[in-house]
């Protein structure tokens, strides 16, 4: 069955520092993975998708299909960054399946 | 233009009684799905509606029910709650199916469930 797993709970850093949040997935096909955001007191939000091949807010990601991972980075993290932020993929029934999340705290 | 609303927003239920909740979608969309997002499980998907007919169930008991309208909105109901129904219940709409390639699903604030 597809897998989206997220290995760290938490993550803390400092403003400024460079941030890499992990993904790793299991699956059989070609994958369609998102990265969601959800901020304190609000609406779980899409940030970004592999196949817009995009950057939002200074987040970026790349589908490694070797290593089967889809890690979130950002150069310099900014204190507004901190959130939980989830990991997901479309599984083959079409489900949307999410990681266990990550809580992402920035440091001033 | 408004997005997904879910409804109630809190609410606290005793163990034994039935709830329903309340979503309605972005104009427009048609495709409806719930999750159940708890701090042990994380987001668990519970169904999916498309066109008023269930196109996917999560592995909830039968206790955990749903159905959309043919104006897209949709309720899920919990029968018989217990305390571990206790959660945030999400609620997210698309266009498309989920899994259309894409597809762009966009979620409400949630119903926060207390069973007591």
């Known amino acids: 069955a597809q897998r989206v797993t997220q290995p760290e709970k938490l993550l803390s850093v400092f403003k400024g520092a460079p941030v890499e949040l992990k993904c790793n997935y299991s699956?059989?096909?070609?994958?369609?993975l998102f990265w969601y955001v959800q901020y304190s007191r609000q609406r779980l939000q899409l940030l970004l998708r592999?196949?817009s091949r995009e950057s939002i807010k200074g987040f970026t990601a790349d589908l490694n299909k070797g290593e089967t991972s889809f890690h979130l980075k950002k150069p310099f993290a900014q204190e507004e960054d901190s959130a939980m932020y989830y990991c997901?993929?479309?599984?083959?029934?079409?489900?949307?399946?999410f990681g266990q999340g990550t809580e992402l705290s920035v440091k001033p | 233009k408004a997005g997904v609303t879910q409804t109630p927003r809190y609410l606290i239920k005793t163990r034994g009684q039935q709830v329903t909740l309340s979503c309605s979608p972005i104009?427009?969309?048609?495709?409806v799905s719930w999750y159940q997002q708890t701090p042990g499980q994380g987001l668990q998907f519970l169904f999916e509606?498309?066109?008023?007919?269930?196109?996917n169930k999560g592995n909830f008991p039968g206790r955990f029910s749903g159905r959309q309208f043919s104006n897209s909105r949709s309720e899920m109901n919990v029968s018989t709650l217990e305390l571990g129904d206790s959660a945030l219940y999400l609620c997210?709409?698309?266009?498309?199916?989920?899994?259309?390639?894409?597809?762009?699903?966009?979620f409400g604030e949630g119903s926060w469930l207390t069973v007591v």
């Open positions: 997210a709409s698309s266009l498309a199916n989920p899994g259309t390639a894409g597809n762009t699903i966009y």
């Open positions: 699956y059989s096909g070609s994958p369609e």
């Open positions: 592999h196949i």
């Open positions: 997901a993929t479309y599984n083959q029934g079409g489900k949307l399946i």
């Open positions: 104009s427009g969309h048609r495709s």
């Open positions: 509606y498309f066109s008023e007919t269930q196109r």
